[in-house]
């Protein structure tokens, strides 16, 4: 390089650092750029970090994870992804959950990072894992798109629920369901239980861990839910005493035989004028003196159960939660005696509803 081009270069450079330091203080300066900085840093990025890792729950990747780092191969093979291409952009997708901090990779392996990646692989946590999953397929989607699909005259459909997503979420609140089952499960005569609206199966499994002589019948009205409710179950070692079914509350025909009749988290699920009609139809099921017990959270709790109220709102089914007075008043019109609201945890709005079925049939 001779003298002269190496005067020519720093010639022209100095104008050029200029310039550069003029616009970075344009930029800088601009009145978007600390409220974009803001809101990526308090927004955008956390709600990046947790639609990566509710897909790499609700795929499998945290679990496998867990157990032994993966590389792309062996990801791609899990995930049922071929071809050169696809397998280029899971790449891509896996170096987002890098960027983002849930994963790292160590030697061609992708590990998990983050403490909540970490977290959320653990069976023992799958319900949250679940529940991060339901917010993002439908507290997003209805938070996102309500006006829209008031504009458009647009309804949710039960296909718009993952069934599956929702048996496992729903295990949130599992203590306090346990905690009701507690308090009216009779103990020491053979019970005869019929679950509506089973999910998973847990609670049956929960009754029949405290009472050895029950047997249960449990409906699904989701054929898939259903299905894994049944394959639980086997796995359970509970198949000689708990049969499942797809079937519908609306147009179950049995006869009163069963001395309880449970209904854990979907009384949304009916619209409100409705819930009467369904509380009879539950309790024209029951041998006389048996028992409804109905769990729910109610209105008026945290605001991720004003957003299951949101979507059942912008749904062509069910409606919001319900409110604890009003809903005790159904049972009595459904012709319960005895009916009455328990609070499971003081402060909270899940509660516990009974109702008897009379002795002597309603004139
Ligand atoms: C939120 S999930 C709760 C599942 C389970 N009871 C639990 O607490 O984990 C509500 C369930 O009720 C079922 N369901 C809704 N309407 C029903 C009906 N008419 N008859 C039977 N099941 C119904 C749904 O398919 C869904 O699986």
Known sequence: MTTLHVAGTTRNRAPRAVAQAATLGKVLTTPQVPLLLALSKRFVTPLYRATFLASAAGNGLLRWMAVRPCDLETLAIKLGVEGKEDKRRLRAWLEVGVRLGEFDKHEGCYRLKSRSAKLLARMKHDALAAALEEIMQTHVPVLLNAPQMLRAGQRFTMADQDGSVIARSTRVVEPLVEAAIDATLEREYPVRLLEIGCGSGTYVRYAASLNPRLTALAIDLQD????????????????????????????????????????????????????????????????????????????????????????????????????????????????????QARRIVPGEQFRAFTGTNPHAPLS
């Open 224 to 339: 898939e839910v259903a299905r894994q409710a049944a394959k639980n179950i086997a796995e359970w070692g509970l198949t000689d005493r708990v049969e499942v079914r797809t079937g519908d509350l609306r147009t179950l025909q049995l006869e009163p035989q069963f001395d309880l009749v449970t209904m854990h988290n979907n009384i949304y699920y009916f619209a409100p004028a409705e819930r009467v009609a369904i509380l009879e139809r539950a309790r024209r099921l029951l041998a006389p003196g048996g028992k409804l017990l109905l769990t729910t959270s109610c209105k008026g709790g945290h605001v991720g159960l004003d957003l299951l109220n949101l979507w059942f709102e912008y749904a062509d089914f069910g409606g919001p939660l319900p409110a604890a007075d009003e809903l005790v008043e159904q049972f009595t019109q459904a012709g319960f005696l005895d009916a």
